[in-house]
Each structure stands twice: as C-alpha cells, then as structure tokens.
C-alpha cells in the first residue's frame, strides 16, 4: 500500500472520529448521575461509545477510500476481478470483535455484580405499586407516597406490586427494576447527589400509567435522620409538605424546594411568568395555574400538568402550597 494511501485512510478515520466523538459528546444522552450505581452504569455507556466510535472510524475511512478511490468509470461495463477472500483479513475482523464484545461483557458483568452489593448495613424500605400510585414503607412501619432517601448511604428497595406488573425507574439514578405481584424483587441505590428527581413507572400498566409518577428526595443525613425524627413530616414550611407529596418537584425546578425536574416551567421565575401571563395578582395566577393549568400555557410547554390537583388538594393544601410558592417567588426577585 503506498504511503498516500495510507494518509489519506487516516485522514478520513480522524474526520469521522471527530463526528462520532462530537455527537457523543456535545448532546446530553445520559441524565447527571445521582448515585454510585449510575455512576458504574454510565462507565459502561462511555466505554461502549467509545468502542464504537473507533470501530465507525475504521469502517467510515474504509468505506469511503472505496468509494472514492476504486469506483468504476460510468462506461464501464466490465465485470471485476475475481476475488476469493482474504483468509488474515477475515480472521481478524472477527478476532478483534470478538475481543471488544468479550471485554464489553467482562465490564458489564463487574458492573452488575458490584451493583447488587448492598452492604453490610443498607436502608431497608418496601417499595409497592399499584394502580397508578407508589407507596413506599419505612422501617418504623410508616408509609409514604414518595421516597426521602439519605446521601451516601446504600439503600435496598424491596418492590412488589399489588396488580399487575410495573417498573421502577428514577432516570438519574440509572436502574430499573419490575414490580411483580406474588413475588419480592429489589435494586440497590447509594445516592450521591442532592436533590428532588422523579420516580416513573416504566411498565405500562394502564390507563393511569403516565401519571404513575412520585419523586425521590435526597437528602443530606443529618436531614434525613431529622425527616425520621418528625415522623417523616417534612421540616419547613406546610407549602414544602404539599409540594413534596405530590411530586411536583419531579417536573418543576424551584429553588427553595431544592427541585430540579425539567419537564414544566421553571418555578423560580414565576414573577416574571406571571407578569407576562397578565392573569391578576401572583397568587391569583398561582392558584389559577394548579387548580386549572391549561389556562395559561408558558410558551415553549405543552398542557402537560394533570388536571387533578383542583380535586386531590384541600382547600387548606391549597392555600399553603400558593402561600409557599409566592414567597419563594418573592424571595428569588
Ligand atoms: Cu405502573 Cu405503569
């Protein structure tokens, strides 16, 4: 092969390397990882990426050289030459697969092994799904519709289901794991990162199944073993309560909640929200906006916030959550 060849070979390798590395990269694929498991599980995702990206390399230069280099002249209406394999070629074109493959597998099952550990000492809680509601029980036998979890600590969740199949998946934390009726499953988490993030059910499980959704605080341990001491109540203010238990941090960010979901409207910049809805006093707009979301829509979302919480929310659930949310909002100015 002429040293040409070779350079030019290269050249295009190095361009669809750079393609291939900037599409892994300048996209946010992965969601930040919030435990350890998901640390180890994202390992695996780069280490695969990057498997693949050098075998896109070599293929795209090949392919391309090709094309570029030995097509046919339009008049050419020759056959080619006869070609009887490359006996080296082809054994290594699958040797070295066959070694990438193995050590993908090799790295995934450390990975999986080393995420079922739970330690000595893990934090047992009892995960159970129904139609369409998570309950997760303490073990001081106290019971929550959303899970307040201790930083850095392993936890074990024991899932079952009381009807039919679901799934339990927190995207920031990596694993899922089904929740079957008749028998115990369970997932290992060591939370490493701070904040409120959604639990989904990712089984469809019926009608109710995209609306299956909580949410996991994690919390620092002093808080934790506060949040213990009250009884599970949350500390602060009744708002925070009411917020929390219905998992509106899963799609809102506001600060003062430490929520940091994504899906709807930034509750930090309410003020502003609420001045270009034009829809009366703040908490007018506020209580407009839970009891009644379609009624204004930010630009750039869709009418994606159920229609419930008018029915699910006392007055007095109301009235605090409006209050927590206005001060927040007057507090961010
Ligand atoms: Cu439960 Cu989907």
Redesign the pocket.
Known sequence: MRRGSIIQLTAIGIVAGAIGTAVALLIPWLPTAAGKEADRIHFVYWFTTVIAIVVFSVVAAVLIYSIWKFRAAPDDDSDGPPIHGHTTLEIVWTAIPAVLVTAISIVSAIVLAENGKAGPDPLRIHVT?Q??AWEFTYPNGKKFGYLTLPAHRSVKLDLTAND?I??FWVPQLSQKQDAVPGITTSIVITPTKLGTYPVI??????L??AL?RSHVDIVTPARYEAWVRNGGATTGPAGLTVFQANGCGSCHTFKPAGATGKVGPDLDNLLAEAQKANKGPLAQFIHQSIVDPAAYLEPGYPDAMPHIFGQTLTEKQLTDLVQYLVQGANANK
Do not use: I, K, N, P
């Open positions: 799904a139609q369409f039919v679901h799934s059910c990712t089984e469809l499980c019926g109710g199944h299956m």
